[in-house]
């Protein structure tokens, strides 16, 4: 199956700071590439997604860019908030979604 | 939030017990897919259903199998429980293929 590789396991940074969470994978035949951001206790919500026939996706303080070519795609939150403290998780698509094991994001008032 | 719903919240079981889980999809989607997302891990792909259809399984055992119904609300029963079938499960929906969706999880504690 599809092998997500995702870095870094947890990432510190300070309340206006940009944060960048990659993943690589495997399959050069996936072509959609959501990212999932995860409050304790509470159920994964979809906050971009990017599919293959585009490089660069953004939206307000959030963009995702994808290099086929190199099979990865990166997530970066730029002017970051104490609540965008959370668990944030990379998928890519089959015929189901494989996820890579997660980043938990801190960020510090 | 999302229109998917699981019942129930959270749930405790012994080893060797069934469990039940369900899921009412969001309205106008049309497929469900089932995870299990382990303390400190990422949700893993256990089964996806498409129209009534099992549409794609994960690496899980056949004591894990699934049902959806007419109205694309779906079940998920695991049999014989294990220790380590502890877990949140997660359902989402989706209009098949696109994006999915996820409901709030079925906490299973398995003692």
């Known amino acids: 199956g599809e092998n997500v590789e995702q870095h870094p396991s947890t990432l510190s940074v300070q309340e206006g700071d940009s944060a960048v969470i990659k993943c690589t994978y495997s399959?050069?035949?996936?072509?959609?590439f959501p990212w999932y951001k995860q409050e304790l206790g509470k159920r994964p919500q979809l906050i971009i997604d990017?599919?293959?026939?585009?490089g660069e996706k953004k939206d307000q303080r959030i963009a995702v860019t994808l290099n086929k070519t190199a099979k990865h795609f990166s997530l970066h939150i730029t002017e970051t908030q104490p609540e965008d403290s959370a668990v944030y998780f990379c998928?890519?698509?089959?015929?189901?979604?494989?996820f890579g094991k997660g980043t938990s994001l801190l960020v510090t008032p | 939030e999302t229109g998917v719903t699981q019942s129930p919240t959270h749930l405790i079981k012994t080893r060797g017990q069934q469990v039940t889980l369900r899921c009412s999809s969001q309205?106008?989607?049309?497929?469900v897919s089932w995870y299990q997302q382990a303390l400190g891990q990422g949700p893993q792909f256990i089964f996806q259903?498409?129209?009534?259809?099992?549409?794609g399984r994960g690496n899980f055992p056949p004591r894990f199998s699934g049902l959806q119904f007419p109205n694309y609300s779906s079940e998920l029963n695991v049999n014989a429980l294990e220790l380590d079938d502890s877990a949140l499960y997660l359902c989402?929906?989706?209009?098949?293929?696109?994006?999915?969706?996820f409901g709030p999880g079925t906490r299973l504690t398995v003692l």
């Open positions: 399959d050069s035949a996936s072509n959609y």
């Open positions: 998928a890519v698509e089959g015929y189901a979604l494989n």
């Open positions: 990017i599919r293959s026939n585009v």
């Open positions: 309205s106008g989607h049309n497929t």
């Open positions: 259903y498409y129209r009534e259809e099992e549409n």
């Open positions: 989402a929906s989706s209009m098949y293929p696109d994006t999915q969706y």
